[in-house]
């Protein structure tokens, strides 16, 4: 009796971390008051000297902080962490970077991360989904 109820607990452990796991994709970062996913791709950073990191086997892990306006971006690779970056939204479920030019754009769904940020000669690049 005890091993079938031992085995009952750790079935039942796996379902649930299968349907955390599984909803977390379906998460829009556009209309949740708190957002965490992890992105996957390729994913670059340049520091303008002799720092060049470039993978296609990349990760980015976004956080919504709790201003509900401003995002973390933590890489993989030991490429620098983009923190406090202020976004709007645009459109249904998409958040663009306040401020966004030709130089610095980071675009932001439930499916797809897209940064092109450049800051004081220091280049982050991602083109990652989830």
Known sequence: MKKA???????????????IA?????????NN????????????????GSTNTSTDNGSVFVTKIA???K???AFSNGIPNLNGIE???KGDNSLVMIGS??????????????ILY???GKTWTANCTR
Request: aromatic share 16%; hydrophobic share 35%; proline share 2%.
């Open 5 to 19: 109820i031992k085995i009952l607990g750790i079935c039942m452990l796996v379902f649930g971390l299968f349907t």
């Open 22 to 30: 599984s909803c977390s994709r379906d998460d829009d970062p556009a």
């Open 33 to 48: 008051d708190f957002f965490a996913g992890t992105y996957r791709g390729s994913v670059s950073y340049n520091d303008g």
């Open 67 to 69: 201003s509900g306006t």
């Open 71 to 73: 995002y973390n971006f």
């Open 87 to 89: 976004f709007e939204k």
């Open 101 to 114: 030019t030709a130089t610095s754009y980071i675009r932001i769904d439930n499916n797809e991360l897209k």
């Open 118 to 120: 450049i800051k004081d």
